[in-house]
C-alpha cells in the first residue's frame, strides 16, 4: 500500500510539474524577435511610443529596442552601416540619398502635416517684429534646422508661392531648440521651426506665428514629411519581422487617433518633454495609408529648388508590398 501511495504521489506531482510547465509556456508560445529601431525623440515619433507603452511590438512577435539618433542623416548613417535594421528619417533626406546610390525605402507610414494641423508648424517671427506677412520676408534672414532640410524646403516653398524673391533670402543653420531666442535677440529676422518649440516660445511671448505649416495648402492639403525606412536589400531576408513591425505601428496608429488625451503623457515619457507643454500643442497627424502625392510633393520640390538634381516617381522610395500608394 506504501508503494501505491508513493507512486499516486509521484504521478500527481509529475502531472502538476507538466501542467506548470505547459502553462507557463503557453505563456511564451512564440520567441520574441529581436529588432533595433533608430528614431529621433520628438512628438513625431510617438507611433514608436505607443508601440513600446501598449505592448503592440510584443503581440507581434517583437522586441523593438530603440536607438537614439540626433536627426534623420544620423538615422540613415546607422540603418546603412546595419548598427539597426530600420530608422526614422524625412522625406527630403532620403530622396537625397537615394539618388546618391544608397537603397533605402520607407516601410511604414509616418507623420503628416497640413491643413489638418497647420500650427504643427512653421514661420515664427519676433513677436513684436513689423513683418507681417510673407511677402515681407523678402531679403531677411531666417533660421533652419539645417540647410537643404525640409524646414529648409518649407520657407522656399512657402515664399516663391507669395511671389517672394527666393534668392535674396538668407538661411543660417541654426538648432531648433536655440530659434526662438535667435529671433528675439535678432541675430535672425525669422525661423521655420516645429511643435513643442513653437507653443513655448509664444507661451513666453518671445515669438508669434507668422504663417503655418511646412507647404503651402494649395501646393499640397497634406504631406508625409517623415516615416519609418530600412534599406530595400534588407527587406527580403526580415520580410517578417517589418510586417510585423508595420502590423504594430497600424495598431499604434489607430490608438493615437482614437486617444488624443492620452497623448501628451506618452509622449512626454518617452522624449521628456513637459507634459503640460505638451498638451497645448498641434501635433502631427497620423494614417495607416499613404497617397502617393503625400510623398510626391516633397520630392517635386526638392527638384526645383536644387535639393535634388532630378525628381523620381515616389514609388521608387516606399516598399509597396509593405505600403501600398493610393
Partial sequence: MKKVGSLKVVLVLGI???????????????????????YIPIMDCQQLYVGWEKGYFEEEGLKVEGQVAQGGSVSQTLVESGSVELGWTAVVPLSQAYLKGFDFTFIAAGAFFGTANRNAAG???????????????????IAVNALQSV??????????????????LKFVEVPMPSQAPAVKEGAVDACHNVQPFIAASEAEGTTRLLYGGFYPPEIA???????????????????DKMTRFLKAINKAT?????NPDQMPAI???????????????T??????????????????LCAKYGFIKNGFDAKEIVA??????Q
Fill in 16 to 38: 502538476g510539474l507538466i501542467l506548470a510547465l505547459f502553462t507557463a509556456g503557453s505563456g511564451y508560445a512564440k520567441e520574441l524577435l529581436p529588432m533595433k529601431v533608430s
Fill in 123 to 141: 514661420i515664427l517671427v519676433k513677436k513684436d517684429s513689423p513683418i507681417q506677412s510673407v511677402k515681407e520676408l523678402a531679403g531677411k534672414t
Fill in 151 to 168: 524646414n529648409h524646403l518649407a520657407v522656399l516653398a512657402i515664399a516663391d508661392f507669395h511671389g517672394v524673391d527666393i534668392k535674396g
Fill in 221 to 239: 492639403e497634406r504631406a508625409m514629411i517623415a516615416a519609418w525606412f530600412a534599406k530595400k536589400s534588407s527587406l527580403e531576408k526580415n520580410k
Fill in 254 to 258: 489607430d490608438f493615437i487617433n482614437k
Fill in 267 to 281: 509622449v512626454a515619457k518617452y522624449t521628456k518633454l513637459d507634459v503640460n507643454l505638451l498638451k497645448k500643442v
Fill in 283 to 300: 501635433p502631427p497627424k497620423f494614417y495607416t495609408k499613404v497617397n502617393k502625392k503625400d510623398i510626391q510633393v516633397s520630392i517635386d
Fill in 320 to 325: 509597396t508590398n509593405l505600403v501600398p500608394l
